[in-house]
Nanobody, 113 residues
Framework: QVQLVESGGGLVQPGGSLRLSCAAS????????MKWVRQAPGKGPEWVSH???????RYADSVKGRFTISRDNAKNTLYLQMNSLKPEDTALYYC???????WGQGTQVTVSS
């Protein structure tokens, strides 16, 4: 069956870095555009970044220059490198196929001193 499993979240101080991973299985990962979406407590979902099957990337203005999305099709894995983290980046981070057909369970990122 289709699975997207995020990992790499945790507690980090402001200015720190984390790398999120999303392991995909049960579908042809390399054929799909992928995205990261986050949801902060008490707020709606926020699109963070997108990568096409060919590697073209886009970012929300709030993370541009700090976050980098990438993929390794040989490993069926999506990544999100997050640098210069801010308290407002605190959220549950989800990976998903771009069209929303498949979603992971989320990984918590907390930025706090």
């Amino acid at each position: 069956q289709v699975q997207l499993v995020e990992s790499g979240g945790g507690l980090v101080q402001p200015g720190g870095s984390l790398r999120l991973s999303c392991a995909a299985s049960g579908f042809t990962f390399s054929n799909y555009d992928m995205k990261w979406v986050r949801q902060a407590p008490g707020k709606g979902p926020e699109w963070v970044s997108h990568i096409t099957s060919g590697g073209t990337t886009r970012y929300a203005d709030s993370v541009k220059g700090r976050f980098t999305i990438s993929r390794d099709n040989a490993k069926n894995t999506l990544y999100l490198q997050m640098n210069s983290l801010k308290p407002e980046d605190t959220a549950l981070y989800y990976c998903a196929t771009s069209g929303g057909s498949y979603w992971g369970q989320g990984t918590q990122v907390t930025v706090s001193s």
